[in-house]
């Protein structure tokens, strides 16, 4: 562990060209806490169906956190609107080809 996150890019890339998927910071994501996948979408869409809305999931793990939980199955959750030190976001947009 550092004490510390890491500039962007400062790490190869995975195997899909992205970096910094895991470890650095925990990504916010915006799913609603769920206590297991049951009835989860199927499609890759944000599950924001019941649940518990008021916290959303974080996802990868982050410098602060012990190896066995800097994967990206790991799982914790933050209340909305609080800041955290380990805790970020990715943008993301759905590219049309001509």
Same mark, same amino acid.
């Given at each position: 562990?550092?004490?510390?996150?890491?500039?962007?890019?400062?790490?190869?890339?995975?195997?899909?060209?992205?970096? *910094?998927?895991? !470890?650095?910071?925990?990504?916010?994501?915006?799913?609603?806490?769920?206590?297991?996948? /049951?009835?989860? =979408? #199927?499609?890759?869409?944000?599950?924001?169906?019941?649940?518990?809305?008021?916290?959303?999931? *974080?996802?990868? !793990?982050?410098?602060?956190?012990?190896?066995?939980?800097?994967?990206?199955?790991?799982? /914790?959750?933050? =209340? #909305?609107?609080?800041?955290?030190?380990?805790?970020?976001?990715?943008?993301?947009?759905?590219?049309?080809?001509?």
């Amino acid at each position: 562990m550092t004490g510390e996150t890491a500039p962007v890019g400062s790490f190869k890339p995975n195997a899909f060209g992205l970096h *910094d998927m895991i !470890g650095n910071a925990f990504e916010w994501v915006e799913d609603c806490v769920h206590g297991n996948y /049951d009835g989860a =979408p #199927t499609d890759g869409s944000a599950w924001i169906e019941g649940g518990n809305c008021t916290y959303r999931m *974080d996802r990868g !793990g982050s410098w602060n956190f012990p190896p066995d939980r800097v994967r990206s199955a790991f799982r /914790d959750s933050s =209340p #909305t609107g609080q800041r955290i030190d380990n805790l970020g976001f990715r943008v993301g947009r759905t590219l049309i080809a001509p």
